[in-house]
């Protein structure tokens, strides 16, 4: 628990913590401004439809880091809910199984290793009620915000892909 504790946000130097932010806007701002240029330079060329693509792509990245925020904000509420355990077992993508005999050597003790999970001492995932599970364990939260951060990277790329060809044609 120590070496939890010692790599907590209250123990980490302050100078730590502002370079990771500071480099976050950073990030942040070069890659607005640069839409942003990329916009007028469309614009300046005429090229409207390419503008207007641009335009689309940059309302869908917001759209999907909204969804991020939410997820991200409301993880503790959704492992919190409970559902009856027969539920869980209908519509699976893949059989149980066959999932416990290839993910034997994954648990879920490495990823509290690699990566400390949002509030993970708030909601342990219990439900209260006998025959009840949660709806989401924080795991399976943590897998579909990358899921969602990897379908806004193919998006992006495919988007530039188009725009590169659009432009060239």
């Known amino acids: 628990m ?3 504790e010692s790599s907590s946000l209250q123990y980490s130097p302050t100078w730590v913590v502002a370079s990771v932010c500071f480099l976050i806007v950073l990030i942040s701002l070069i890659a607005e401004r640069g839409l942003h240029r990329l916009g007028k330079f469309l614009k300046h060329k005429r090229q409207d439809a390419l503008f207007e ?3 689309k792509l940059k309302e869908e990245l917001m759209l999907l880091g909204f969804i991020s925020l939410l997820l991200t904000v409301s993880q503790g509420l959704v492992s919190r809910m409970c559902i009856p355990d027969d539920l869980v077992s ?3 993508p893949c059989k149980r199984d066959s999932e416990k005999k290839g993910h034997e050597e ?3 003790q490495l990823i509290n290793n690699r990566r ?3 509030s993970a001492e708030s ?7 006998k025959g009840q599970v949660p709806l989401l364990s924080l795991e399976a939260l943590h897998q579909l915000h990358i899921f969602i951060f990897v379908l806004a990277v193919v998006h992006v790329i495919f ?3 188009t725009m590169v060809l659009g432009g060239a044609r």
């Open 90 to 92: 209908n519509m699976l």
């Open 106 to 108: 994954y648990s879920p």
């Open 159 to 161: 988007c530039v892909t």
């Open 116 to 118: 400390r999970l949002f």
């Open 2 to 4: 120590a070496g939890e």
């Open 53 to 55: 693509a641009l335009q």
């Open 123 to 129: 909601s342990s995932g219990q439900c209260s009620h």
